[in-house]
């Protein structure tokens, strides 16, 4: 079934226990419920809204029957494919969309994690396809729309963990004098103390995660209640949260990292990191895969999780955006599945939008107007836009209309 250039979608959303309850206002449940044009469900947390082809969070064509097998994104975009992906996309990544893009509302930590590089994704697919439902890798990027918290990659200098927190060191057995041994080789360190930490039996894990909580605590007191380490504060956070849990001690072996609206942070594969409260929009390649392994009721696969790390350590780069014009601000990691855009249209303004060789997905933030003279938008809309689609942003509301727009790396044509 033919349609045109641009097609408006509705979109799934995952009620994931670390979500924002339905009783408490969210970017997910708000944007969400006016997408799918439904009350907000006030007794399910509301964790992700999803927006492109993944079959774990189907997208449907919103001018068509929802029981049409035509009427999803998935099966549009693989119906015309030249069309809506552009030749050069096509060729490169196949005829499906390469992103997938999302909104984040995190009331609770997310768990240690980390996505498998392709060839590791095709075999865990093979092996355990319940648990990894696609063979395709998971680079993705998180800007945040509020203040967001996360712990990414590793930190600098692995002793520095052992030396601020000793259970640490009763965990694990090891001794500075080893770490002192593979001064030289920092990543080796690093393998050998979080593998360590991470493999420990479970009753070991909480006598000496209860142990370093009862001292944080008593510390605490002893300064009439003011802790200034934000790692003893995250530590207890997450205790809190997950009590007796590994990954509470990930909280001194991780960068812990602050986003200020406008900021961005990418994961390439192979790199452990978890999300921790705030709000975010997300891009990455089209793939749910996760290898967890802590901070999470969900099942685990430590030994690969760690066996498949970078060990790559110090923090991670923010991006802050690059002004394309006066309407477009640009994030670019260094992947070719995505990056995003974020565009602006001021009262009473008309903004043309950068041309991408390869599809897009446009979501409304605020404000409402129309795409192309012809298609109507306001909060909430998710349009789908064929590759190579001129557009033109009209705003017709009485404030700012905003849109976060997911698509191809520029770099890939």
Not at 34 to 39: A, I, Q, V, W
Not at 182 to 196: G, I, N, S
Not at 204 to 229: C, F, Q, S, T, Y
Request: proline share 4%; glycine share 6%.
């Amino acid at each position: 079934m033919k349609r045109g250039a641009l097609v408006q979608l509705k979109c799934a959303i995952q009620h994931y226990d670390w979500g924002v309850s339905g009783q408490t206002p969210s970017a997910v449940a708000e944007l969400g419920s006016l997408n799918r044009e439904e009350k907000i469900d006030e007794e399910k947390p509301h964790a992700e809204l999803w927006m492109g082809t993944h079959l774990s969070g189907l997208n449907v064509i919103k001018e068509t029957d929802s029981s049409d097998s035509s009427s999803s994104l998935k099966q549009h975009v693989e119906a015309n494919a030249k069309e809506t992906l552009g030749e050069k996309c096509l060729k490169r990544f196949g005829n499906d969309l390469p992103f997938l893009l999302k909104v984040l509302s995190v009331a609770k930590a997310l768990s240690i994690q980390a996505h498998p590089d392709k060839q590791l994704a095709e075999k865990l697919h093979e092996e355990k396809p319940h648990m990894y439902k696609d063979a395709n890798h998971k680079p993705e990027m998180a800007l945040a729309v509020t203040e967001f918290e996360a712990m990414s990659g590793f930190i600098s200098e692995p002793k520095e963990a052992l030396e601020k927190c000793p259970e640490l060191k009763l965990l694990t057995g090891i001794r500075l004098e080893e770490m002192d041994a593979m001064k030289e080789d920092k990543k080796a360190q690093m393998k050998y103390l979080f593998t360590k930490v991470m493999l420990a039996e479970k009753e070991e894990v909480a006598k000496h995660v209860r142990a370093l909580v009862k001292r944080l605590k008593e510390e605490a007191e002893g300064k009439g209640g003011n802790d200034d380490d934000e790692r003893d504060r995250l530590a207890l956070r997450l205790n809190g949260q997950y009590p007796d849990d590994v990954g509470v001690m990930c909280a001194y072996l991780l960068n812990y990292i602050k986003l200020q609206p406008g900021e961005a942070v990418y994961m390439a594969a192979n790199e452990p990191h978890a999300y921790l409260d705030g709000e975010c929009v997300e891009v990455m390649a089209t793939s749910d895969n996760v290898v967890r392994a802590g901070l999470t009721p969900k099942a685990r696969d430590t030994e690969i999780l760690c066996d498949m790390l970078t060990y790559k350590l110090g923090k991670p780069e923010v991006l802050t955006g690059d002004v394309i014009d006066k309407n477009t601000k640009r994030y670019s990691p260094p992947f070719d599945e995505f990056e995003l855009e974020v565009i602006s249209c001021s009262k009473n303004e008309t903004a043309e939008l950068t041309v991408s060789q390869g599809p897009s997905i446009l979501l409304v933030k605020n404000g409402k107007g129309t795409l192309n003279d012809d298609v109507r938008i306001e909060k909430g809309s998710v349009v789908f836009a064929n590759a190579n689609e001129k557009m033109t942003l009209t705003n017709s509301d009485d404030g700012e209309v905003s849109i976060y727009r997911a698509q191809v790396n520029t770099r890939v044509f």
